[in-house]
């Protein structure tokens, strides 16, 4: 069920990041995001906040509400997974968090 929301939220696209590309300098964005911790049973979405998304050389780092999260490219399969939409891109860390980052606020779609 939680898949299928985050699916939906983000929409079909092509998964291609145009905020941030694959170079040698970091590229940093505000975003919005919202977080899913495993164990919460809403079928609702959490409200969306602003967060600052970075990215280098595909390393990303999220900041949101005072917390730092990392997803290093080399991780990407083994310790979390990574889908990319042309709205955003999701973090997903089994039986722990799913993180959505949204490059514009999903309530003014």
Request: with cysteine; charged share 20%; aromatic share 10%.
């Amino acid at each position: 069920m939680r898949g299928a929301l985050i699916a939906l939220s983000l929409g079909a696209g092509l998964g291609l990041l145009s905020a941030c590309s694959n170079t040698a300098e970091a590229e940093s964005k505000t975003a919005w995001c919202a977080l899913f911790r495993e164990g919460d049973n809403s079928a609702e979405l959490p409200e969306p906040v602003p967060c600052q998304f970075s990215q280098k050389q595909g390393d990303v780092t999220v900041s949101i509400d005072g917390q730092r999260y990392d997803f290093a490219a080399s991780e990407q399969g083994k310790t979390y997974q990574r889908d990319n939409h042309s709205l955003g891109i999701g973090f997903s860390r089994q039986d722990d968090f799913t993180l959505v980052v949204f490059w514009d606020d999903p309530r003014q779609q």
